[in-house]
């Protein structure tokens, strides 16, 4: 079980570190900078916003197995810094399905621990 170590990211600022097991990564991502942390990272059975960490995200990336990469959907809209950037961790996906009977402007994406994310279209060549 590869786990790799991370600081994260609390207000106020203090040395928290957290160690997550890299094959429970479900999706990584990088928030606007309005809020507390340079990247979020969710995991399986945390059903939060995710773990926010001090960590810039390339140097996140480098530390997990290959993600994929796309945008999140929001129903109301992207707000205005910009739809945030994910990357899946593609190994925890159950299965995708797309915003039907409707054209699918997104897709759902269903992760081995029940957890739900709205994607944006078209989706990745590997999803």
Known sequence: MPIAHFHK???PATEDEVHINTDAV???????????????IQVMGLQ??????TEPLDLVLAQ??????????????????GASVLHIATHNVSYVV???PHTPTFWTIHFK????LRVVHPLPADL
């Not at 621990?113 to 739900?116: G, L, N, Q, V, Y």
Request: without cysteine.
């Open 9 to 11: 990211a609390t207000d």
């Open 26 to 40: 479900l999706f990584v991502e990088e928030p606007p900078a309005s809020q507390i942390g340079r990247t979020a």
């Open 48 to 53: 939060t916003d995710g773990i926010r960490i």
């Open 64 to 81: 997990l197995p290959a993600l994929t990469t796309t945008l999140r959907h929001y129903h109301a809209g992207p707000p205005p810094e």
């Open 98 to 100: 797309p915003n039907v």
């Open 113 to 116: 621990d029940a957890s739900e």
